[in-house]
């Protein structure tokens, strides 16, 4: 079965520290991988995506992400945590070709960071 | 412009009421999407409309009835909701084979 799981539902950094949220998939085809951050009473918005092109993805904010396919991951780092990021973080996965238009979400992440 | 909106914001509602949520965009996405969204889980996908027409119906009880007027909007009536059906609705686009999706900030609905 296809599926995306997150490690830990909550992690906890001091400002400034490295932040390293988990995110693994489970697939039989190549998927696309995305992030996702969701702030109190918001919507989800998109802070970098995969698909198939380079590894090491960019995103919003000073996030970035590495799909590494012998490890079935595509974890979330930023270099040092700033106050704003503290958030639900949501790891999603689509699977070209079957599922329709169907995102998978892991179950989140919530970060706490600390003065 | 990444822009999905939604309203109203907050809606309160009876259980015998009958209400609508609207979104829009104007993205030319071909993909619209509802989803429900409980406190500290995931959204769980509802319908998802492709080129207008519904393609995805997550076995949703049929008091939440999802129409597409157009390929802008999206709507969502309810009518004779349950207390538990109280959560944030949320609605996004997309457009393209990667599935990338587009959200709006949501509607925060109370059933009383």
């Known amino acids: 079965a296809q599926s995306v799981t997150q490690l830990g539902s909550h992690v906890s950094v001091s400002e400034g520290a490295l932040v390293l949220l988990r995110c693994n998939y489970s697939?039989?085809?190549?998927?696309?991988l995305f992030w996702y951050v969701q702030y109190p009473n918001q919507g989800l918005q998109l802070l970098l995506k995969?698909?198939?092109?380079?590894?090491l993805v960019k995103g919003i904010n000073g996030f970035e992400a590495e799909f590494k396919k012998s490890e079935t991951s595509f974890h979330l780092t930023k270099p040092s945590a700033h106050m704003s990021d503290a958030a639900e973080y949501f790891c999603?996965?689509?699977?070209?070709?079957?599922?329709?238009?169907?995102?998978?979400f892991g179950t989140g992440t919530r970060l706490a960071v600390r003065p | 412009d990444t822009e999905v909106t939604q309203t109203p914001k907050h809606l309160v509602m009876g259980m015998t009421n009958k209400k609508s949520l609207k979104c829009e965009q104007h993205?030319?996405?071909?993909?619209m999407y509802w989803y429900k969204q409980k406190a500290k889980k995931p959204p769980e996908l509802m319908f998802v409309?492709?080129?207008?027409?519904?393609?995805i119906n997550e076995s949703v009880p049929s008091r939440f009835s999802p129409e597409c007027p157009n390929s802008s909007l999206l709507n969502l009536h309810l009518h004779a909701l349950q207390p538990e059906d109280s959560a944030l609705y949320l609605c996004?686009?997309?457009?393209?084979?990667?599935?990338?999706?587009?959200f709006g900030p949501g509607t925060r609905l109370t059933v009383t």
């Open positions: 996004a686009s997309s457009q393209g084979l990667s599935n990338e999706q587009y």
């Open positions: 697939s039989s085809v190549p998927p696309y």
């Open positions: 995969y698909t198939s092109a380079a590894t």
């Open positions: 999603a996965v689509s699977f070209p070709g079957s599922s329709g238009d169907k995102l998978t």
């Open positions: 993205m030319g996405h071909r993909a």
């Open positions: 409309y492709s080129y207008e027409k519904l393609s």
